[in-house]
């Protein structure tokens, strides 16, 4: 018997993708990753920056049961880049080691990378959490941390005792 892929949710954060102002590369890019990966990705969803919009959405996810989300985007220094304090409330655990391992994967590409404040974690300690992962809104960005993340999912949910 095949195994039941794990669900992912690619939640892109742009105020200009958002208002239309801007076609969208970041969310293709990770949902490629996890296409190829073996990963059921739903929709990709797109919605401003802010705290009420980057909850909405990951609590939808959430209650949807999407096992792995990645945002991408809304997590620079501006006043309406949120997305990594409203991830933080969600989290009964962080990751901050695989955060840096994204953080490594991007210095090669761009000192700018020191600048994203994204989050890794899970929702819980134990079978069935989900894992949310915050991608800069950069194409390039994105496409370092799903390709840092998605190869250690098989091993996260492991350790959760799946």
Known sequence: MTPTPLTAAVIVVS???AAGERA???GPAVREILDAAGLDV????????GA???GEALDAELAR???VIFTTGGTG????NLTPEVTADRLAVELPGVATQILLRGLESSPKSGLSRGRVGLTARTPGASL???APGSSGGAR??????TPLIPSIFRQLGE
């Open 65 to 67: 049961g999407t096992r």
């Open 15 to 17: 105020d200009r993708v």
């Open 144 to 149: 370092d941390a799903a390709e840092v993340v």
């Open 52 to 54: 009420d919009a980057v």
């Open 42 to 49: 739903g929709e990709t969803v797109v919605v401003a920056e």
């Open 77 to 80: 220094i501006t006043a309406h």
């Open 24 to 26: 969208d590369k970041s």
């Open 132 to 134: 949310i992962v915050n």
